[in-house]
């Protein structure tokens, strides 16, 4: 399995931003400051084996007056793409019933949303898997890998 997409929302120095990749080795070039950690570090608040909380300097912030009040949600996708037919079927057979796998193997999306609690002044995070069809289905704690 490979990742072929990233789309991420708000995140650190990140507004707006998705890359494709193809299976096989990427590599990132960027000047300083231009996301190339940032891209890796959203990879892992997903895919890492223990992903953390997010924090409020995770959120964007386009001017100096941040105010995470008035901060726009958090949204990474990760788009999972199997490298081989017999790879897509033992993936289907693995995360059937535990996650929303209706696209027989094509691909897997994986979400994670946080935003600002005002109420509890706190980070909240979710974390769901997207079918072929783009419907939510929220990841158990015990069923994130």
Do not use: W
């Amino acid at each position: 399995m490979y990742i072929h997409r990233v789309s991420i929302k708000n995140f650190r120095c990140l507004d707006d931003f998705e890359m494709i990749l193809n299976s096989g080795v990427s590599l990132f070039v960027g000047e300083n400051n231009s996301g190339k950690s940032t891209l890796l570090y959203a990879i892992d608040k997903i895919l890492g084996r223990s992903p953390g909380k997010f924090e409020l300097e995770d959120f964007y912030a386009s001017t100096s007056g941040f105010d995470p009040r008035k901060s726009k949600p958090i949204q990474i996708d990760i788009e999972l793409r199997p490298e081989s037919a017999s790879f897509s079927d033992q993936f289907v057979q693995e995360f059937t019933g535990r996650l929303d796998t209706d696209n027989k193997g094509q691909f897997f999306i994986v979400r994670v949303k946080a935003r600002y609690n005002s109420a509890i002044q706190q980070v909240e995070d979710s974390y769901y898997s997207v079918n072929s069809a783009r419907k939510e289905s929220p990841i158990n704690q015990r069923d994130r890998y």
